[in-house]
T-cell receptor, first 110, second 117 residues
């Protein structure tokens, strides 16, 4: 079993839809949870960062962490074609190397 | 915000030659940097941890003599792919964690696409 599981997609949604991206993990030591967006042929870009359980909102993006279920989510409201990218979840227990999900490819269509 | 700069963004080299990739943290100091490799449609796989002033730590299966890492200062780490072969063609990405206030965030370079012909 992988430490971090993420559905690779692709996920295709119409413009304006609410997108839900998820990851599950098995390592209870993970405390820091991040979501990255990666456009084709580019490096990952940090989108959201959460410490421990709870919700965090930034504009159209909301990150949720449920440590009891070892489950994290990223919600994108009013999705736009420019949101089309691969979204990677990542996590770490300390100020250390990140463990990544495989990434979910999102396509927002007009 | 914090920025990590990686150079070059792409490089094509002949088989058997060496290629150096630089990773710089532009507005914070990074005692540790991480080097990842990403094959098409796959996630990032950690290759090695670069430690300022000491030897790098390599992940299992990564040849330390092939992927030379030097972390000469608190803002610069370099990865040299020695005697490159076509199977080394990949997307290489560095990251630097910024630690402060009990939190940590990782920032990534733009990535380097290496093609070995």
């Amino acid at each position: 079993q992988k430490e971090v599981e993420q559905d690779p997609g692709p996920l295709s949604v119409p413009e304006g839809a609410i997108v839900s991206l998820n990851c599950t993990y098995s390592n209870s030591a993970f405390q820091y949870f991040m979501w990255y967006r990666q456009y084709s042929r580019k490096g990952p870009e940090l989108l959201m960062y959460t410490y421990s359980s709870g919700n965090k909102e930034d504009g159209r993006f909301t990150a949720q962490v449920d440590k009891s279920s070892k489950y994290i989510s990223l919600f994108i409201r009013d999705s736009q074609p420019s949101d089309s990218a691969t979204y990677l979840c990542a996590m770490t227990g300390t100020a250390s190397k990140l463990t990544f999900g495989t990434g979910t490819r999102l396509q927002v269509t007009l | 915000g914090a920025v990590v700069s990686q150079h070059p963004s792409w490089v094509i080299c002949k088989s058997g030659t060496s290629v150096k990739i630089e990773c710089r943290s532009l507005d914070f100091q990074a005692t540790t940097m991480f080097w990842y490799r990403q094959f098409p449609k796959q996630s990032l796989m950690l290759m090695a941890t670069s430690n300022e002033g000491s030897k790098a730590t390599y992940e299992q299966g990564v040849e330390k003599d092939k992927f030379l890492i030097n972390h000469a200062s608190l803002t610069l780490s370099t990865l040299t792919v020695t005697s490159a072969h076509p199977e080394d063609s990949s997307f290489y990405i560095c990251s630097a964690p910024r630690i402060g206030g009990g939190n940590t965030e990782a920032f990534f370079g733009q990535g380097t696409r290496l093609t070995v012909v």
